[in-house]
């Protein structure tokens, strides 16, 4: 898991993290928004947003839509996705910071809104230096090889189970009989 926190003095800030599900091979990015902040200390917490749908988003994502962000991310340029499901539509992108008119890294924003309730939208921004793009691109990778392993497994086994299973339906041979077959 990659983690990304950037909380500030004026609570605008978000975390997010991108990681691997090893049971299934599944794919996730969250965000969370900033919950509070500390003056004295100047640091941020996400703690109280936690389980609040509105301040948080989890998307699943595709092992293609992974290679999008890492392709972005080579290319330079900007990778977008949409997901809608029964309650809701999340959009993203992922692309090119920009500051005066210069680069500074890359942005991820995503929004998401109710589907019987539009009124219902929240909005999420992440900005990532070019260290942190260059870090989130290998984690990508690492997690992309996991998912290659995991789905290799899955059909080693599957293979495995159906050899059984058909060893289990073919007759048994009588000995001396040559059929190879």
Same mark, same amino acid.
């Given at each position: 898991? #990659? @983690? &990304? ?7 605008? +800030? /978000?975390?997010?993290? $991108? ?28 703690q109280a947003n936690k389980k609040d749908p509105t301040k ?33 539509? #999340? @959009? &993203? ?7 005066? +008119? /210069?680069?500074?890294? $890359? ?54 189970q159906d050899q059984y299973n058909k060893s289990e339906l ?12």
């Amino acid at each position: 898991m #990659v @983690q &990304f926190y950037k909380p500030n003095a004026k609570m605008t +800030g /978000s975390a997010c993290q $991108f990681y691997l599900n090893h049971n299934d091979g599944s794919f996730f990015s969250t965000l969370i928004k900033q919950a509070s902040w500390d003056a004295g200390k100047k640091t941020g917490s996400f703690q109280a947003n936690k389980k609040d749908p509105t301040k948080n988003v989890i998307i699943k994502l595709s092992a293609g839509e992974v290679a999008g962000f890492i392709s972005a991310i080579e290319r330079n340029t900007e990778f977008k996705g949409y997901h809608s499901s029964s309650q809701q539509v #999340v @959009q &993203f992108s992922f692309g090119p910071y920009m500051r005066d +008119g /210069s680069q500074v890294g $890359f942005s991820y924003s995503v929004s998401k809104q109710g589907k019987e309730d539009t009124t219902q939208k929240t909005s999420f921004l992440m900005g990532l230096y070019f260290n942190e793009a260059t870090l989130l691109k290998k984690h990508l990778e690492f997690l992309l090889n996991k998912n290659f392993e995991i789905q290799e497994q899955k059909l080693l086994e599957s293979s495995r189970q159906d050899q059984y299973n058909k060893s289990e339906l073919q007759p048994q041979q009588e000995s001396g009989d040559d059929d190879i077959w």
